[in-house]
C-alpha cells in the first residue's frame, strides 16, 4: 500500500477521511514507492483514460484515495511485470467489473513493449525480416530500398536484417513518395526524429543509471511512453501548422 506523506502544508491535500487531493499532492504521495514519477507521468495517464480525477469549477484536479491507489496499481504493473498501456487498461476494467484476472509473472509481459504503440494487425511480428521479405511486405525495388538506406532513412542490422518498425517505415516511405516526395525530401523528417529521440535518452538516461534495478527496469517503459508522446505532439504540430482540423 502506498505510505501517506505526514503533515506540510502546500497544494497537497491529506487523504485521511477520504479528502480530495491535488495534483501536488498525488505526487507528493506517489513518490514514497516510485521515485521517478512526474506530474507529467500523472497527466499523461489520466490522458490515456487510466484514471478520472474530479474537477473543480476552475478546472483543477482533485484526485480521491481510490484516484491515488488506482495510479500506484498502474505504476506497478508497468514496474514489475512491463505492461503496455492497453492491456494494464484492460485489466483494470476487468477488476472494476469484479473479475480477478491473472496477470504475467514479474518480468513475464516485457515482450509487450516491442515496438511503438499497440500492435498493428498489418505489422509484422518477427523480431527481424530479411531483406527479401521487407522489400516483398512493401512491394519495392532493391532499388528503392537501397536509396532509403542511403538518405538514413532504413537502416539494416548488423546481420543484414531489420526490425520490425522498418517495414512501418518503408510503408510509410512508399506512400510519400506516390505523392512525389522523394527520400532527399524526408532528410529533414529523419533529422527531426534523430533530435527528438536524443531529447528522449536526455530525459530516460538518469533512469537507466539509477542504483535501484526496478527503476532501471522501468526505464524501457518510460521510452516507450515519451516516444508516443512526441510523436503525437509532432503530429499536433503540423497539423496546426498547415491548419489541418482532423474530425
Known amino acids: 500500500m502506498l505510505q501517506t506523506p505526514t503533515g506540510g502544508a502546500g497544494s497537497g491535500t491529506a487523504t485521511a477521511g477520504g479528502r480530495l487531493m491535488s495534483i501536488g499532492g498525488v505526487l507528493n504521495q506517489l ?54 498501456l492497453k492491456v494494464i487498461r484492460e485489466h483494470l476494467d476487468a477488476l472494476d467489473r469484479g473479475e480477478q484476472p491473472s496477470l504475467p509473472a514479474p518480468g513475464g509481459g516485457r515482450e509487450l513493449l516491442d515496438g511503438l504503440g499497440e500492435p498493428d494487425g498489418d505489422r509484422p511480428t518477427a523480431a527481424r525480416v530479411g531483406r527479401a521479405e521487407l522489400m516483398a511486405a512493401t512491394d519495392v525495388t532493391e532499388a528503392e530500398l537501397a536509396e532509403w538506406e542511403s538518405y538514413g532513412l532504413l537502416t539494416p542490422g548488423p546481420e543484414g536484417g531489420f526490425d520490425a518498425e522498418s517495414v512501418n517505415v518503408a510503408r510509410l516511405v512508399a506512400d510519400l513518395g506516390r505523392f512525389g516526395l522523394e527520400p532527399r525530401h524526408l532528410r529533414a523528417m529523419k533529422a527531426a ?52 482540423r482532423l474530425h
Do not use: C, W
Open 31 to 84: 513518490r514514497a514507492e516510485f521515485p521517478e514519477v512526474t506530474i507529467s507521468k500523472i497527466r499523461f495517464l489520466e490522458s490515456e483514460g487510466l484514471v478520472e480525477p474530479r474537477r473543480t469549477p476552475s478546472g483543477y484536479r482533485k484526485f480521491s484515495p481510490e484516484d491515488v491507489e488506482r495510479l500506484a496499481q498502474v505504476l506497478r504493473m508497468q514496474r514489475d511485470h512491463y505492461l503496455p
Open 193 to 244: 526524429a534523430d533530435r527528438e529521440a536524443g531529447l528522449v535518452e536526455q530525459v530516460v538516461a538518469p533512469l537507466r543509471l539509477h542504483r535501484n534495478p526496478q527503476t532501471r527496469a522501468h526505464a524501457e517503459a518510460t521510452t516507450k511512453e515519451l516516444a508516443a508522446l512526441s510523436v503525437r505532439l509532432h503530429a499536433a504540430l503540423v497539423q496546426t501548422a498547415l491548419g489541418v
